[in-house]
């Protein structure tokens, strides 16, 4: 039985023809997108200077659409009060003088590579400090045509805007930066900005920043009026919230151990003087070279912030803890001062009585018994006073009795120092978080 062999020259030509269909199919494409762009915008077919019309090809105002893409925010700078984003700026718009055929269903817009031959809005940033554009490896823009005139602009732009800040509550503090766009020449009777419907505002998922957390943001309208006319303004801010976790490792964790550094001079011997002023002077520079250095990073803004607070109170207890050592060295003077003369009024005393008793002795006089009983009656009357106060105030002698445990006055200064440098230092602690921490947020 022979078998018939099938030759493949048949299917091969099918393959070659339909390689040929294709290729002509895309050319006739390219054909028919270049017929349709000279149709609209052909030499004297169309001017870019006219801007087009408004809702049903009317007089009224263009509308734009405007759709941001937040890409990166890269810096938040305090002391200028700037902060640089990267974003995808959108505008969509409908120009029917760009309306074409879509041939069925075939073509569903058109894209042009170079947007300067159509009208585009003049939009600007009116919070931007620096800009530009994104050249590599080409121009990073994008215009769509649409057949019903639709038209689609998106480009990728970097800002450094401007951010007014309020500093009173830094570092524990919440900042508003805006990205503020508006029409510069169009006014509101010529040109309208609206924002896109659904949402006006993305922002990328791996969005980071180095001291500031992004909580959320708000669209808003801010049509301004001037002595040229009013015209048509859009707005986002952007709240961010200030991390608090570096500047409680870099500020508030040191300036604590300085202040409790300091208390250390409350446990040094009195007459250790060398110690104890090398203690208060290396504590109180180191503090006044930290505060420095904090106010060195912000700027120099006329009221008061919450890290002056904190710094400016921690400084006065390093600075107080030097006063107190001041305090001690002159009473513990003081005290070796009347020890001195009650130790020389004793000796004269002893001296007096001494003389009395050879006095008393040459003169024959046996009575010299009589002020020890005299003397022995004062204690007596003593004792009974003690007493007394013991049974009126047991409260105020509990106290005298802990004080009478340390005979001199800069003992008791260093004592009550001990106790009460840190309690201060709690409750100012307390009012400190409490104000600063549970305030009442109005921008909430």
Same mark, same amino acid.
């Not at 045509?145 to 038209?151: K, S």
């Not at 120092?417 to 978080?433: C, Q």
């Given at each position: ?314 400084? %006065? ?116 978080? %409490? ?10």
């Amino acid at each position: 039985m022979m078998t018939r062999r099938i030759c493949p020259v048949p299917f091969l030509v099918l393959l070659v023809l339909q390689g040929a269909i294709l290729v002509c199919g895309k050319a006739n494409f390219r054909q028919i997108e270049k017929k349709i762009l000279d149709s609209i915008i052909g030499p004297g077919r169309y001017d870019s200077r006219i801007r087009p019309h408004g809702i049903n090809n009317t007089d009224g105002p263009a509308l734009v659409r405007v759709n941001i893409y937040i890409r990166s925010i890269s810096e938040i700078d305090d002391v200028r009060m700037e902060y640089s984003v990267q974003l995808t700026f959108r505008e969509q718009w409908r120009d029917e003088r760009l309306q074409f055929d879509d041939m069925g269903g075939q073509v569903r817009y058109l894209t042009l590579t170079d947007p300067d031959r159509i009208w585009k809005p003049d939009l600007f940033f009116s919070n931007e400090k620096e800009g530009h554009f994104h050249n590599i490896i080409m121009p990073n823009v994008l215009l769509r045509i649409y057949p019903n005139g639709d038209v689609l602009y998106s480009i990728r732009i970097s800002l450094v805007l401007s951010c007014p800040m309020d500093l009173k509550f830094y570092p524990l503090d919440k900042q508003t930066c805006s990205i503020v766009m508006a029409s510069y020449g169009y006014t509101t009777e010529d040109l309208v900005f609206l924002w896109k419907e659904g949402d006006p505002v993305q922002v990328t998922k791996n969005l980071h920043l180095p001291r500031f957390t992004l909580e959320r943001f708000f669209t808003d309208y801010c049509t301004s009026r001037t002595n040229t006319g009013e015209y048509s303004c859009l707005k986002v801010d952007l709240l961010f919230k200030r991390e608090f976790s570096y500047y409680l490792i870099q500020i508030y964790i040191p300036c604590c151990m300085l202040v409790i550094v300091s208390w250390v001079s409350f446990w040094l011997d009195q007459n250790a003087v060398p110690a104890r002023v090398s203690l208060g002077v290396t504590t109180l520079l180191t503090m006044a070279t930290q505060t420095s250095g904090i106010n060195a990073s912000l700027p120099p803004v006329s009221y008061t912030k919450a890290i002056d607070v904190w710094t400016g109170v921690c400084l %006065t207890f390093v600075f107080g803890a030097l006063l107190e050592f001041a305090l001690v060295n002159y009473a513990s003077r003081s005290d070796a001062h009347k020890k001195s003369a009650k130790e020389q009024q004793k000796k004269q005393w002893e001296l007096e009585h001494a003389a009395l008793e050879a006095d008393h002795l040459e003169d024959g006089a046996t009575t010299f018994a009589m002020p020890l009983v005299h003397h022995h009656g004062d204690l007596h009357a003593e004792k009974m006073r003690q007493c007394e106060v013991h049974m009126k105030s047991p409260k105020v002698n509990l106290c005298r009795r802990w004080m009478n445990r340390f005979p001199s006055r800069s003992k008791r200064i260093d004592v009550i120092s001990r106790i009460f440098f840190p309690l201060m230092f709690a409750l100012f602690n307390l009012v400190y978080w %409490t104000t600063y921490l549970f305030r009442e947020d109005k921008e909430e």
